[in-house]
């Protein structure tokens, strides 16, 4: 990469712009794209504009958004026209999803009208689901056709699609009614009508469906090419398995953060200056600071117990870590179980039952740590049985809870994952203090 | 799909087999292994029976091994090699890698000499590596030969292969040299050679490369299929995009548990038991009590100070929780980045700058609650000044600590997730109180 680097920038330098342009070609897009990332914006400025116009549209599709502003606001409007035309439908909208709205305008007025009418259609979808991914450069033939027909189409249509090798059938009013692999094609006697040699009802997905369920849809039936269809059955578009890929990363991203309640990043890590990343992070740490000051007051309240027996104090930290680790990896496995659909909820209370036990058993074991750890260094086995009691009432409850929690959110139709490691590890604070008091009044005052 | 069971049942029932047959073959593999997981064992055993060959091996292929090695004992010896020599290669090496040995010997003894031997070579590679995933049903074919010859090849080996989309060349040492795509052939004149309507330099991966690489470069790439070659560059696989997905949810299960200090599950969460799933948590568990035990003994060493101000007591579940709270944030930030590769560990230093100076806000914002409490409450300043101070102290090695755990277990090759949740937050249990009575003894005492 460091070598090509050099290379690139003297043939800038002696502005070589015919072996520039066939050095570059030679790479992928994504290659070309983290090169510029590299470089200087007078150098990128040069290469944007030898560039042929459909490997600049590739190179373009790899930048995040307020790269490609910068990219689109750096170049002339008769090329900026061209490379708004030759996105791919999907990458195009994307963009045009993230500027502002007068800029958006702008660069639709500047487009061909046919570019322009398809990407308003696509414009209408939301974000996050099958419509907002899907492409509309596919290939759908009528069922009457020959294979020999179809064949033909292909080629004539093959450099305004993304993908030749899944074909879908449709009837007259275009309603999805098979699919043909571009293998069925070649392997087929060039005389049948394609309606006898396509795969009935495939799989397809409805235009408003949440883009995590079409990962699950892809993921589930091994499946490189998913249609879209409207309310009517009309197939609408494609979507590609690169994008769902993508759709995992990003979904998976937003849990694990969610999960550490480190709120939402905008862009890539390096990009963040400290006041973003705090701002990120402030909401969730505040809140889970007043939930800390709750726990607090229950200190305060029974500090009068404390003064008088303060070898109590010492096992506070033992009790509500352990209360808050065992609930946080409850709540990590029923994220999981819960985004692979392994369980639902209706298995609400099977899970619930589970982790109760296990509560028990962990807490169980927990306590016995925490009893030898009073007889040892306390020498009060009143401590220690209350110690130890603690512990395992407060591990059921903090493993129930575990269960109790993600299921409850998810069935309101929010992201699992809102149940954070810290947010239950603070509700356990609070409830594994108030526990700990109620025992000591019993067993010890 | 209840439907469907019910109609299953009945054909099952008057034992019409050509008909149970045809309704089965309309559904995929996947629809019909869930259809299978709700019925009788005995019923199970009645469908295996009469389903195609080629279709158990399919619905075979979505089983998890525990229920693979049901099946494959519950039928008779013929149809027991038939179905192994049906399946694909890289779902047999899955399978036969999950299996006690004595087992597999057996079962690669009933097979196929051709299909056990190509097994053989194919489990020595490790299970997490490019070699693990990949399978050997591709079309390979030499530089020389015309598009007409490829396409006569590629008829001839159709139903002997998982997918016809891409076409790999090769010299005449078996070496990796271009890929054409059935799409590029198509389109191409007959008569021409395929090495001069090949795209050179396919991206490739080694045999031996860790299966998180190589879901990177396929979401890198964008591509459907990847080949995989041995250090001579001699091609040996392929690796397709489905059995990609499914490296990627693997992966980032394996991750959110990880993270959450949940351990693993051996299978999926509703077929555990208490014991196992206490099992996979507990070691996690008592490390993280033990260090809630050191906690405590730094409680007790400062139980004098502690006796003599009580309140002091009631600001430690606020600074214990801020402080594992900021710290739980910025793992799950900086896993993320390093999951994505957009942090590597030459930026070591910008990462705990950046850190360190978020920590240096946020322990800012919770300071001043933490102050505001003290004087409200405690009607104490210097109680409040030292809550703040060590809030804002305890929160900068927080997000410092976590930007620099993860980069360093990742630098050390494992996994940056161990750095869980539960881990910094017990790291950070012991660090606060530390910080906490130093501050003390120096401002109020």
């Given at each position: 990469m460091r070598i090509l680097k050099q290379e690139i920038e003297v043939l800038l330098k002696n502005k070589q712009i015919k072996k520039l342009q066939e050095t570059l070609e030679t790479f992928e897009s994504v290659e070309i794209a983290e090169l510029l990332r590299s470089m200087t914006f007078s150098q990128k400025l040069s290469i944007f504009s030898i560039l042929e116009i459909d490997l600049l549209a590739r190179v373009f599709e790899e930048f995040e958004s307020d790269e490609q502003i910068q990219i689109i606001e750096s170049i002339d409007k008769a090329r900026k026209a061209e490379l708004l035309d030759e996105l791919h439908p999907d990458d195009r909208v994307d963009f045009l999803q993230e500027i502002p709205i007068d800029l958006k305008e702008q660069l639709l007025s500047i487009m061909a009208q046919k570019e322009a009418r398809e990407t308003r259609e696509l414009l209408?979808?939301?974000?996050?689901?099958a419509g907002g991914l899907m492409t509309t450069k596919f290939i759908k033939v009528r069922k009457d056709l020959t294979v020999r027909q179809v064949v033909n189409k292909i080629k004539k249509a093959a450099k305004d699609v993304e993908t030749l090798s899944h074909i879908y059938v449709v009837d007259e009013n275009d309603v999805l009614v098979g699919l043909v692999t571009l293998q069925d094609l070649v392997l087929s006697n060039m005389r049948k009508k394609v309606k006898s040699i396509m795969q009935q009802h495939p799989v397809s997905v409805y235009t408003l469906l949440d883009q995590e369920t079409v990962a699950h849809e892809v993921a589930k039936y091994d499946i490189n090419t998913l249609p879209v269809v409207d309310e009517r059955g009309i197939i609408k578009g494609i979507i590609t398995v690169d994008d769902v890929i993508d759709v995992i990363n990003e979904e998976t991203t937003e849990d694990m953060l969610k999960f550490g309640a480190a709120g939402e990043l905008s862009?890539?890590?390096?990009?963040?200056?400290p006041f973003l990343l705090a701002r990120a992070r402030i909401l969730w740490l505040a809140i889970l600071a007043l939930v800390g000051i709750v726990s607090g007051f229950i200190i305060s309240k029974n500090s009068l117990i404390l003064s008088q027996v303060i070898a109590l104090a010492v096992f506070i930290p033992l009790l509500n870590g352990s209360a808050g680790n065992a609930g946080t990896q409850a709540v990590a496995v029923m994220i999981q179980a819960l985004a692979h659909g392994e369980v639902k909820f209706k298995d609400f209370w099977k899970s619930v039952h589970k982790e109760f036990l296990t509560g028990i058993i962990l807490g169980f074991i927990l306590g016995m740590l925490g009893l030898a750890r009073a007889v040892l260094f306390q020498k009060s086995s009143l401590i220690g049985i209350t110690v130890g009691l603690t512990l395992i009432i407060n591990t059921a409850i903090a493993t129930s809870l575990g269960a109790v929690l993600p299921l409850v959110v998810k069935r309101m139709n929010f992201d699992p994952a809102v149940i954070s490691g810290p947010l239950i590890t603070s509700i356990m604070d609070v409830t594994s203090l108030l526990i700990y008091f109620a025992l000591v009044k019993v067993i010890i005052l």
């Open positions: 209408i979808y939301p974000e996050q689901t862009s890539s890590y390096l990009k963040q200056n």
